[in-house]
């Protein structure tokens, strides 16, 4: 949006909403420029369109109600909560040695609320599994991470991108911290690490818990 598409817009808005009467219309335009300097004129015509055909309110809209109008209506729905526990029940069936290919299955924002690829196979193994407890914490950190992911999506490229970067360089941080704390330890505990580390997947199941993961696959 230009300044002058601004311009036009805000003629509209105060000519629909009457009660829409900014102190400063020259601050107005100004504000709604930045607000806007990212979306096409024909994306927020068709937002204003929509917010004007349902919003019932009688009042004006704000830059960020036509912003969530453009992603409500361009972007992919996510799915629910039980379409996401779904996915992650069925990965945990098949995780014991395959937890790695099953998490690389999952939707960037459900394997977010997993956590780790480590996390499916604690699952699986766990004897004292409660699929009722599991689903309940999963889905208040899939509602989480939906939410957040959705509140970024909506911000500057600029804003998007330093998320980002501060994202990459904590992942970063911690490795190295592992790295360190691992490296610090005796030469024979570094080696029994690396090994468990290596070979965690290919660790042989004890039989009860075999027949425990057979069940839930036949679920």
């Known amino acids: 949006m230009t300044r002058e598409d601004v311009q036009d817009l805000l003629a509209m808005v105060q000519a629909t909403y ?14 709604w420029t930045m607000a806007l300097e990212e979306y096409s004129k024909d994306e927020i015509a068709m937002a204003f369109k929509v917010y004007m055909q349902t919003n019932t309110s009688g009042f004006a809209p704000a830059p960020g109600q036509l912003i969530d109008k453009i992603h409500s209506i361009t972007k992919p729905q996510e799915l629910n909560e039980m379409e996401a526990w779904a996915l992650v029940s069925r ?3 098949n995780s014991a040695y395959n937890s790695a290919e099953e998490y690389a299955k999952l939707p960037p924002v459900v394997q977010k609320a997993v956590g780790l690829p480590s996390q499916l196979r604690v699952w699986a193994l766990d004897e004292d599994y409660n699929e009722q407890v599991v689903m309940s914490q999963f889905q208040r ?11 970024i999506s909506k911000m500057p490229t600029e804003v998007r991108q330093l998320i980002q970067n501060i994202a990459q360089g904590s992942s970063t941080e ?3 911290l592992r790295k360190h704390a691992i490296s610090s330890l005796p030469a024979g505990n570094e080696s029994r690490i ?3 580390e290596d070979k965690s997947e290919g660790v042989p199941i004890p039989d009860r818990i075999r027949e425990k993961i057979e069940e839930m696959r036949k679920r």
């Not at 009457?18 to 504000?31: G, L, M, Q």
């Not at 950190?141 to 509140?151: G, H, I, K, P």
């Open 141 to 151: 950190c899939y509602r989480t991470e939906v939410a957040r992911a959705q509140e």
């Open 174 to 176: 911690i490795d190295n």
């Open 91 to 93: 990965a945990i069936r």
């Open 194 to 196: 690396k090994v468990l």
């Open 18 to 31: 009457p009660n829409y009467n900014p102190p400063s219309r020259t601050a107005a335009v100004n504000a």
